[in-house]
Antibody, heavy 120, light 110 residues
Framework: QVQLVQSGAEVKKPGSSVKVSCKAS????????ISWVRQAPGQGLEWMGR????????NYAQKFQGRVTITADKSTSTAYMELSSLRSEDTAVYYC?????????????WGQGTLVTVSS | QSALTQPPSVSGSPGQSVTISCTGT?????????VSWYQQPPGTAPKLMIY???NRPSGVPDRFSGSKSGNTASLTISGLQAEDEADYYC??????????FGGGTKLTVL
C-alpha cells in the first residue's frame, strides 16, 4: 500500500525558510511525480508545484516561482518542499500528493499534511 | 492562473441528488479532459473521487459521477448519504502544464 509520510509541524519567523519532507513507501518512487499543495486556514487547496523524481525536474505555480524549491532524493524515496521569505500568509497545512505516471495532474495518494505557522 | 469557480455551498436531503459545478476557461477545463474531484472531510487530507472528468478510482461508490460540457465540469452525487458531508474541490490541468484548483464547495446533508 502506498503511503506518504510527512515531517512534523513547524513554527517559523517571518523572512525565514521552511523545508518539509515527504517520504514515500509502497509503489515505485521513480515512476510517479510528487506535487505539493497547500491549504491556508479555512481556505481552499492551492497547487504549488511538482517534481518528477526520476528526472529531477520540477515546475512551479507562477505565484511561487522564485520562492519555492521542490527536490527529491531517489535513494530514500523522499521529496522535499522548501519555501523561503516566509510571511504570515504562508501559514497553512502543506500536503504532498502523488501524481500517477502520465496522469500526474490528478493525485491518488496524499500525505497527512504538515502545519507551518509563520509568526513573529 | 485564476482558481476555478465553484459554488461556495450546496445542500440536499438524504437520498436526493446534488450537483456541484466547476467553471474554468478554454485554457484549462475547456481544453482538456483532465478534471479531477476531491472530497475533504474536516481535518483530513483530500481524497480523490473522480479523475479525467468521469473516471472513479477503485473503492469510490458509483453514486459519484463526473461530466463536462465546454468550460464547466460537474460532480453529481446521487443517493446522498450523511457521510458525504464534506468539502469538495475540482482541479484541472492547464495549458501551462500546471494544475489549478477550484475554491471548494461545502456540501451539507440536511
Amino acid at each position: 500500500q502506498v503511503q506518504l509520510v510527512q515531517s512534523g509541524a513547524e513554527v517559523k519567523k517571518p523572512g525565514s525558510s521552511v523545508k518539509v519532507s515527504c517520504k514515500a513507501s509502497g509503489g515505485t518512487f521513480s515512476s510517479y511525480t510528487i506535487s505539493w499543495v497547500r491549504q491556508a486556514p479555512g481556505q481552499g487547496l492551492e497547487w504549488m508545484g511538482r517534481i518528477i523524481p526520476i528526472l529531477g525536474i520540477a515546475n512551479y505555480a507562477q505565484k511561487f516561482q522564485g520562492r519555492v524549491t521542490i527536490t527529491a532524493d531517489k535513494s530514500t524515496s523522499t521529496a522535499y518542499m522548501e519555501l523561503s521569505s516566509l510571511r504570515s500568509e504562508d501559514t497553512a497545512v502543506y500536503y504532498c500528493a502523488r501524481g500517477n505516471g502520465s496522469g500526474w495532474f490528478y493525485f491518488d495518494y496524499w500525505g497527512q499534511g504538515t502545519l507551518v505557522t509563520v509568526s513573529s | 492562473q485564476s482558481a476555478l469557480t465553484q459554488p461556495p455551498s450546496v445542500s440536499g436531503s438524504p437520498g436526493q441528488s446534488v450537483t456541484i459545478s466547476c467553471t474554468g476557461t478554454s485554457s484549462d477545463v475547456g481544453s482538456y479532459n483532465r478534471v479531477s474531484w476531491y472530497q475533504q472531510p474536516p481535518g483530513t487530507a483530500p481524497k480523490l473521487m473522480i479523475y479525467e472528468v468521469s473516471n472513479r478510482p477503485s473503492g469510490v461508490p458509483d453514486r459519484f459521477s463526473g461530466s463536462k460540457s465546454g468550460n464547466t465540469a460537474s460532480l453529481t452525487i446521487s443517493g446522498l448519504q450523511a457521510e458525504d458531508e464534506a468539502d469538495y474541490y475540482c482541479s484541472s490541468y492547464t495549458s501551462s502544464s500546471r494544475v489549478v484548483f477550484g475554491g471548494g464547495t461545502k456540501l451539507t446533508v440536511l
